[in-house]
């Protein structure tokens, strides 16, 4: 490598495919279980699908909204409901601007997936309620061991 160019870059950790894998399936078993049919994206660090699943039968609209989901987690380091916290304090006009991104929503499911407090990824559940949405994030979560440092 060139010796002008070191320094000038950074290791980024992402989400290993086998982790994803193993999130996708935890979330759909889950969604099983409790009779919900939902769509699962799984986003790196970059926003870039990493892993998706839609259940049969989920609204068709819920596959953007889990992409759109996973990638707002990701891009803010933290759950709709921790940035809607932190935008309450704003004035309006920087939750409006906000809201007018494409890849932002404050409805809940997404929430980042971080190994040791660094991000390396983000998951976004959509198709049932805001409730059952968060419920199957957190079981992707926690099969990562992950779900820890989202409270």
Do not use: W
């Not at 049919?37 to 039968?57: H, K, Q």
């Not at 990701?74 to 940035?83: E, N, S, Y």
């Not at 990824?121 to 949405?133: H, N, R, T």
């Amino acid at each position: 490598m060139n010796e002008e160019l070191l320094g000038i870059s950074v290791a980024q950790r992402v989400i290993h495919q086998s982790a994803v894998l193993r999130l996708l399936g935890a979330v759909v078993n889950y969604a099983c279980s409790v009779d919900i049919r939902v769509s699962v994206a799984v986003v790196d660090t970059a926003g870039l699908l990493a892993g998706f699943v839609r259940m049969n039968s989920a609204f068709l609209v819920s596959e953007r909204l889990a992409r759109t989901k996973a990638r707002c987690a990701t891009g803010l380091g933290m759950a709709p409901d921790a940035a809607e916290k932190i935008l309450a304090s704003e004035a309006p006009r920087v939750r409006n601007a906000l809201m007018m991104q494409p890849d932002f929503v404050l409805i809940r499911g997404g929430m980042p997936i971080l190994d040791m407090e660094i991000l390396i990824g983000g998951i976004g559940v959509s198709g049932a309620s805001e409730a059952q949405d968060v419920a199957c994030a957190l079981v992707g979560l926690k099969v990562l061991g992950a779900e820890d440092s989202q409270r």
